[in-house]
C-alpha cells in the first residue's frame, strides 16, 4: 500500500515521524516508515533512532553523503510499497486527516498526487522575511490555482507517487550542483505524460531559511538552472526565469541587465536582506544574475 519517505539532514524528524505511524495505523492500512539521514553525523539523529521503535518504521544514517537527490532514490530503493509519499523533514503537519485525504484521492487513473505547502501566517524574526515571504506569495497555492498548469505547479516535499512512475524518472544524480531538483523533476513528469492530480492538503514548511542563506541557496540554483538549460536537459520555455531570459536575449538587452545587476547587487543584497525585502528586486536579482552568467 504506502511507503512514506522522509530524507533528512541534521534535523530532529521524531516527532513527525510519531505523527504520520500514528495516523497510519488508525487508517489500518499496510504502510511502512523510512527517514534516512544524509551522513550528518548529527546528535539529532539520538532522537531520530526512537523511530525504530515505532510500528513498521526504520530510521538509517548513512555513512557516505548520497546529496538530496540521490537519498530520495535511495529511499525508494529500499521501500517496498505500490504508493512512495515523499514528505520533506522539517514539515509540519496541521491535519489529523493528512494521510486519510491522500488515500481517498487515489485511484487508477491518477499517478501522482501533490498536496501543496503553506507557510506560518506571521514570522517574526526579521531575518528570515525574505525566504517566508517568498513561499506566502510565490510558493503558497491552492490546488485550484495548481490546477490550472499541473506540472509547472508540481513540488516534491509533499508528493505521492506511484513507485512504477518513480521509478521510470528517478532524480537525476549526474546532476551535482544545488537547487531546481523539483524543476527538473516535474519537467521529466511533463514529458513522460503521467497524470498529476492537486489538491488541497499541504504540510507547512517549518525550518524557514534565513536571509542570507536563501540568496546564497537561490544563487546556486540560478547556476543549476542555468546548467541543465545549456546541457539540453530542461527547455527554456517550461522554466519561468529562463524563457523570460531568452527573451531578453532575443531584444539584446541581457548586456544592460547583466551590467545593471552587478552595478547594484551590494545595494540589492542589503535590501533583501532588510526586514522588509522586496520580491520585486528578488526577482531583478534573480534575472540579473542569470544574464551574469557565462556560458
Given at each position: 500500500?504506502?511507503?512514506?519517505?522522509?530524507?533528512?539532514?541534521?534535523?530532529?524528524?521524531?516527532?513527525?515521524?510519531?505523527?504520520?505511524?500514528q495516523?497510519?495505523?488508525?487508517?489500518?492500512?499496510?504502510?511502512?516508515?523510512?527517514?534516512?539521514?544524509?551522513?550528518?553525523?548529527?546528535?539529532?539523529?539520538?532522537?531520530?533512532?526512537?523511530?525504530?521503535?515505532l510500528?513498521?518504521?526504520?530510521?538509517?544514517a548513512?555513512?557516505?553523503?548520497?546529496?538530496?537527490r540521490?537519498?530520495?532514490?535511495?529511499?525508494?530503493?529500499?521501500?517496498?510499497?505500490e504508493?512512495?509519499l515523499f514528505?520533506?523533514?522539517?514539515?509540519i503537519?496541521?491535519?489529523?486527516?493528512?494521510?486519510?485525504?491522500y488515500?481517498?484521492?487515489?485511484?487508477?487513473?491518477?499517478?501522482?498526487?501533490y498536496?501543496?505547502?503553506?507557510?506560518?501566517?506571521?514570522?517574526?524574526?526579521?531575518?528570515?522575511k525574505?525566504?517566508?515571504?517568498?513561499?506566502?506569495?510565490i510558493?503558497?497555492?491552492?490546488?485550484?490555482?495548481?490546477n490550472?498548469?499541473?506540472?509547472?505547479s508540481?513540488?516534491?516535499?509533499?508528493t505521492?507517487?506511484?513507485k512504477?512512475?518513480?521509478?521510470?524518472?528517478?532524480?537525476?544524480?549526474?546532476?551535482?550542483?544545488?537547487?531546481?531538483?523539483?524543476?527538473?523533476?516535474?519537467?521529466?513528469?511533463?514529458?513522460?505524460?503521467?497524470?498529476?492530480?492537486?489538491?488541497?492538503?499541504?504540510?507547512?514548511?517549518?525550518?524557514?531559511?534565513?536571509?542570507?542563506?536563501?540568496?546564497?541557496?537561490?544563487?546556486e540554483?540560478?547556476?543549476?538552472?542555468?546548467?541543465?538549460?545549456?546541457?539540453?536537459?530542461?527547455?527554456?520555455?517550461?522554466?519561468?526565469?529562463?524563457n523570460?531570459?531568452?527573451?531578453?536575449?532575443?531584444?539584446?538587452?541581457?548586456y544592460?541587465?547583466s551590467?545593471?545587476?552587478?552595478?547594484?547587487?551590494p545595494?540589492?543584497?542589503?535590501?533583501?536582506?532588510?526586514?522588509?525585502?522586496?520580491?520585486?528586486?528578488?526577482?531583478?536579482?534573480?534575472?540579473?544574475?542569470?544574464?551574469?552568467?557565462?556560458k
Open positions: 500500500m504506502l511507503s512514506i519517505l522522509i530524507p533528512t539532514y541534521n534535523y530532529n524528524v521524531y516527532p513527525l515521524a510519531k505523527q504520520l505511524v495516523q497510519a495505523t488508525l487508517l489500518n492500512i499496510d504502510f511502512e516508515f523510512i527517514c534516512i539521514d544524509d551522513a550528518s553525523s548529527s546528535p539529532l539523529n539520538m532522537e531520530n533512532e526512537k523511530i525504530n521503535s510500528k513498521n518504521s526504520k530510521f538509517i548513512q555513512k557516505q553523503n548520497a546529496g538530496y540521490g537519498n530520495r532514490n535511495n529511499l525508494v530503493k529500499k521501500s517496498k510499497y504508493y512512495l514528505i520533506d523533514g522539517d514539515s503537519i496541521n491535519n489529523k486527516n493528512f494521510l486519510f485525504n488515500i481517498s484521492n487515489l485511484d487508477n487513473y491518477v499517478d501522482i498526487i498536496g501543496g505547502r503553506t507557510h506560518p501566517i506571521n514570522i517574526d524574526d526579521a531575518n528570515k525574505l525566504r517566508w515571504k517568498y513561499g506566502k506569495q510558493e503558497d497555492k491552492t490546488a485550484m490555482v495548481r490550472k498548469n499541473i506540472y509547472k508540481l513540488m516534491f516535499n509533499n505521492l507517487i506511484r512504477e512512475c518513480f521509478n521510470s524518472i528517478k532524480f537525476d544524480t549526474s546532476v551535482t550542483k544545488y537547487g531546481h531538483d523539483d524543476t527538473l523533476f516535474a519537467y521529466q513528469v511533463s514529458k513522460s505524460n503521467l497524470k498529476v492530480k492537486h489538491i488541497d492538503n499541504p504540510v507547512e514548511h517549518g525550518d524557514i531559511d534565513l536571509n542570507i542563506t536563501f540568496i546564497k541557496k537561490t544563487e540554483g540560478i547556476i543549476n538552472i542555468f546548467d541543465l538549460y545549456q546541457s539540453n536537459k530542461i527547455d527554456y520555455k517550461f522554466v519561468k526565469i529562463l523570460f531570459y531568452t527573451n531578453l536575449k532575443k531584444i539584446k538587452i541581457n544592460f541587465v551590467f545593471l545587476f552587478k552595478f547594484t547587487k545595494v540589492l543584497t542589503k535590501q533583501l536582506e532588510s526586514s522588509n525585502p522586496s520580491l520585486i528586486l528578488f526577482n531583478f536579482y534573480k534575472i540579473g544574475l542569470l544574464c551574469s552568467l557565462k
